[in-house]
């Protein structure tokens, strides 16, 4: 489940995680996790598609290779939000998230009680198929269970403390392509007011003693972020590498 990224954030330790999407197939799940150097794998169900039989494969092979997976979800509600765990991902991450309101819906779509509503099932691999106690499976579900939400809108970080508030919430994964998009920046992640939201966040994020994270464009990028508090970086998405691997071959 979503246990090593749990853990490694409890300690303050850096979680390096990398996104499939457009490439995805369980082999290269196996790949990242037999090559070392990653903490887990998000999937991207939003701008990807992925089916529940993919993300059931997808976190089948990372649960092999041991690392964590996370799912970035497609347009939220209860259900899209219960699938994924359900097919055994770790977590889940809900995108283009603009109030503390939807973010509640979001935890309690994802946790049992007492901390959520989720809809008691247990037949699914979360559940060991149906082969764990029912008091077993709430407790271990709402301790391992990791809820990311990104926070890429400018009206999520006028929102941003009060989203940090919300009881349950792992990270703050910060979006900069979207957020500048939101504030009428396209293309320039180094924009001061780009740099003024993430600061925010990040304030937000250590008043109320939770993480954030970032895909960074940058070695020097990430730095900053790092130097900021960030304990999250994504590095890397499948088609950059193939791109890069490519890149590397022809030279």
């Known amino acids: 489940m979503g246990k090593r990224i749990k853990d490694l954030l409890a300690q303050n330790k850096l979680v390096r995680v990398f996104c499939l999407g457009q490439l995805f197939h369980p082999k290269i799940v196996e790949i990242l996790g037999f090559e070392g150097g990653h903490d887990a794998v998000w999937l991207d169900q939003e701008h990807v598609g992925l ?12 649960r092999t290779a041991g690392i964590d997976s996370f799912v970035r979800l497609t347009a939220t509600d209860y259900a899209t939000v219960m699938r994924p765990l359900e097919a055994g991902a770790g977590g889940i991450m809900a995108a283009q998230v603009r109030s503390a309101k939807e973010t509640a819906d979001i935890v309690r779509w994802a946790k049992f009680h007492p901390q959520g509503l989720r809809g008691v099932n247990g037949s699914g691999v979360d559940g060991r198929y149906g082969t764990m106690k029912i008091t077993d499976y709430f407790a271990r579900a709402n301790a391992e269970t990791f809820v990311a939400i990104q926070i890429e809108h400018a009206d999520a970080v006028e929102d941003v403390e009060k989203i940090a508030a919300v009881p349950n919430v792992d990270v703050l994964f910060i979006g900069p ?7 009428g920046l396209v293309g320039d992640w180094n924009h001061p007011r780009i740099w003024q939201a993430i600061e925010r966040v990040a304030r937000a994020a250590r008043e109320h003693k939770i993480h954030w994270a970032i895909l960074p464009p940058s070695r020097e990028y990430a730095q900053r972020c790092l130097d900021l508090g960030c304990r999250m970086l994504s590095l890397g998405i499948d088609t950059w590498a193939v791109q890069r691997g490519l890149r590397a071959f022809a030279q």
């Open 177 to 183: 392509a979207d957020l500048g998009q939101s504030m």
């Open 51 to 62: 089916t529940i039989p993919q993300i059931e494969e997808g976190c089948r092979a990372a």
